[in-house]
């Protein structure tokens, strides 16, 4: 059973047992004994103390676990034994004499805020990256100016998570060189002489035909490209994942106030989402959105910046199960949200009225479309919706979703039919949405004026609201559609519709279930039997053909047989008939 003892090392408590505090204690001594003349000493000491305080961190599991003899000894094996650094000034300054090996470890990321101008991240990654840092700089510059500022947070995200490199231990392994005693050294020295014209005169030739002599054979070669370019990939894949959830964070973010969730941003568009909306408050609904989204892509940031940086902070265990908990309350509650929503918009109702219309079989009746210019110019049907202010400047729904059919009845006036239809979360509130909204018709003498458009009170919100104009004329009326009539009677043959697009502009027969064309041009066709050729000049029919039209308002017979083409009894060498009108020569 051995005794414990609690240290102090660098800042960090340990437990260590008395055998291995001996060993350490005797190891630091002599370690103390051997700088004892050297300049800069306790800094020296200091960052000695620093690194074995790391490496004693990274071997234990936890904070109760005590540092034994062994571990001690492994730590003082990776940092060197003090004898071999015990040198004076004349042999540490004569330092191309030494045979003391000078193999690297990997590169950290760290932030280098000696040489740095806001947070050192830039030169932290020249480091890394083994370029100037003014190359970085630039590169940061460029891309925050063609993201719009995007990459203004992802410098601060370097800024939070990646460690400054506060001792010399740090910036040995920020520049790739081995943490021991004697790299620590050679530091400390560098911060007292100038060591430029060593560094100019070191024979990189030499060490550049070492390098090459170690390369024994293709195989070690090729493993070694294989392996830098899986790293690379990595690298690659890292930077992919910043870009893309940082860039998703941002628009989340901006997105979060844009749609004037808290006020602060009065957005027009804010009056549309209350109209679709039936369920929870914009802000609710933003802010759960926020966290669904976000929390993913966070998390997909942290991973992307882990693949870049090896010693990464970790966010924490706490931190990590608050937003696994946030994120699960925003995915129930917008699910519940959306169930709402769905509700609300389950149910269909509708409110039908009839009215008589004073048009006899003998009358023409005119139809058109009108719009209000207070609201828009526009007379063409489309299910969107928008967003109007009325006279009084009370906000109401406006529409123009508005369905036109004809069809035909053998009473002896006409009528119409308004259907308002809507959606709601049960029949009885559909039904009430429904007769809220405002339609409204007028016939002046024989013309009949119809509203392209409908208009709702918004405290019920848009939910599909929806008026079908059904009119009924006796047998034997004429009508004549209104050009602006044709986007609303665009129906699918269910409908029983008999004005048929394309009819807009003639006056039309309406007879059982159809209609007759009264002003219509003549069609030519060409059939295997039936021909009549673009000119209108050659006609080879094995059926007669008589026929009235109206040519500039006078009414013409036309008969067409084997004997020839009479108009008005009259022999006619030609027809022609194009968009230009109706040629006829004797």
């Known amino acids: 059973m051995n005794k414990t003892v609690n240290i102090n090392l660098a800042g960090t408590f340990f437990h260590i047992d008395e055998d291995a505090y001996a060993r350490l204690q005797r190891y630091l001594e002599a370690i103390r004994h051997s700088f004892s003349n050297t300049q800069g000493r306790d ?10 305080a790391e490496l004693f961190s990274e071997k234990r599991k936890d904070d109760r676990q005590v540092i034994s003899i062994k571990e001690v000894e492994e730590v003082i094996t990776i940092m060197g034994q003090p004898e071999d650094y015990m040198v004076d000034e004349e042999i540490f300054e004569d330092e191309p004499k030494r045979t003391k090996s000078t193999r690297t470890i990997g590169k950290q990321l760290f932030r280098d805020t000696e040489n740095g101008h806001v947070g050192g991240v830039s030169s932290g990654l020249g480091h890394y990256l083994g370029i100037e840092a003014i190359w970085v700089r630039l590169l940061w510059v460029l891309l925050t100016i063609f993201s719009s500022g995007a990459f203004v947070l992802i410098y601060i995200a370097f800024w ?18 081995e943490v021991t005693v004697s790299n620590i050294e050679k530091k400390i020295r560098e911060g007292f002489h100038d060591v430029s014209e060593s560094v100019k005169n070191v024979d990189y030739g030499k060490y550049g035909k070492k390098a090459s002599a170690g390369a024994t054979s293709a195989a070690t070669t090729l493993g070694d490209i294989i392996k830098f370019c899986l790293k690379l990939f990595v690298k690659f894949v890292g930077i992919l994942l910043l870009l893309i959830a940082g860039t998703t964070l941002i628009g989340l973010f901006v997105g979060l106030f844009a749609v004037g969730t808290f006020g602060i941003v009065d957005a027009p568009w804010t009056d549309y989402i209350d109209m679709v909306n039936s369920g929870a408050p914009i802000w609710v609904i933003s802010l759960l959105t926020f966290f669904a989204v976000g929390i993913p892509f966070f998390f997909l940031f942290v991973l992307g910046l882990k693949i870049l940086v090896k010693n990464l902070k970790s966010i924490g265990r706490v931190a990590l199960l608050t937003l696994l908990g946030v994120w699960l309350i925003s995915i129930i509650g917008l699910t519940v949200i959306g169930i709402s929503q769905a509700t609300n918009r389950a149910f269909d109702g509708e409110t039908a009225t009839t009215e008589r219309l004073n048009i006899s079989p003998q009358d023409t009746l005119f139809v058109r479309m009108r719009s209000n210019p207070e609201y828009s110019n526009s007379i063409h049907r489309n299910s969107d919706f928008r967003v109007k202010y009325d006279e009084n400047d009370n906000r109401i729904l406006y529409g123009r979703d508005i369905r036109l059919i004809v069809k035909s009845t053998k009473d002896s006036v006409g009528s119409i039919k308004i259907e308002k239809s809507a959606e709601g979360k049960n029949f009885r509130d559909a039904k009430e949405r429904a007769q809220n909204i405002n339609y409204s018709t007028s016939l002046r003498g024989n013309e009949l004026l119809l509203d392209g458009y409908l208009t709702a009170d918004s405290k019920y919100g848009y939910r599909d609201q929806e008026v079908q104009v059904t009119l009924f004329l006796p047998e034997g009326t004429t009508l004549y559609a209104d050009d602006n009539t044709y986007s609303f009677h665009r129906n699918q043959e269910y409908y029983g519709d008999i004005l048929e697009n394309g009819q807009e502009g003639h006056f039309l027969k309406i007879i059982d279930g159809e209609t007759i064309c009264e002003d219509c041009p003549l069609d030519t066709w060409d059939d295997e039997d ?40 009259q022999k006619v060498n030609r027809i022609k008939i194009d968009s230009n009108g109706i040629e006829i020569n004797n």
Request: net charge negative; charged share 45%.
């Open 43 to 52: 800094e020296i000491i200091s960052d000695i103390e620093a690194r074995i």
């Open 160 to 177: 939070i998570f990646v460690p400054e490199a506060k001792t010399t231990a740090d910036k040995l392994a920020m520049r790739g060189e």
């Open 530 to 569: 039936d021909t009549w050729d673009e000119d209108g000049e050659d006609w080879d029919t094995s059926d007669d053909f008589h026929g009235r039209i109206d040519v500039n308002g006078e009414e013409m017979d036309i008969k067409i047989n084997d004997e020839g083409i009479e108009v008005n009894d």
